[in-house]
């Protein structure tokens, strides 16, 4: 299914960004769960132990919450390279389906944060005339966001549509 619900049609093929990008949000969670586990520990010190017990389950239910949004975010990114366009799907309470079309794309940049680079990642981020156009597909290994920025750019200059 597509993220309109529509079955893909014949020869489409949605790529996903690696599995390393969910690896990624697992271990910030982790960090981030690990810090408040701390604050809950030295603020049960100073408050007593049954409110250090219930900060540590509020913290634990955070956590699971956490994960399952960041596994569920993960699985619903996907993008398609089709003969005219570029399909970008993502969202999961609110999804969405971002057409670009190659004619009309003026700037395709790759980026890589702090986060990222130490997982190989990087994230390209489409731009186009229209000011609403937030077309990006994170979680790229290093070589497929080179290979992706330099087909868009080449098929950008050949479907040109005299912007």
Do not use: N
Request: some cysteine; overall charge positive.
């Amino acid at each position: 299914m597509t993220a309109t619900g529509a079955p893909p049609a014949e020869g489409e093929l949605w790529l996903a960004p690696s599995t390393r990008l969910l690896l990624m949000r697992r271990v910030e969670i982790g960090l981030a769960t690990a810090f408040l586990v701390a604050g809950a520990v030295v603020g049960g010190v100073a408050s007593g132990a049954t409110a250090a017990w219930y900060a540590l389950g509020g913290v634990a239910v955070a956590a699971v919450l956490a994960e399952r949004t960041a596994r569920r975010r993960y699985r619903s990114w996907g993008y398609c390279e089709r003969s005219r366009d570029l399909l970008v799907r993502r969202g999961v309470l609110f999804r969405r389906l971002t057409v670009v079309p190659y004619g009309r794309m003026q700037l395709i940049d790759v980026t890589a944060g702090a986060a990222e680079r130490a997982f190989g990642l990087a994230t390209i981020a489409l731009h186009t005339a229209a000011a609403t156009t937030d077309a990006k597909i994170p979680g790229l290994l290093p070589a497929e966001a080179t290979r992706l920025r330099d087909r868009l750019a080449e098929l950008g200059e050949t479907q040109a549509s005299g912007i």
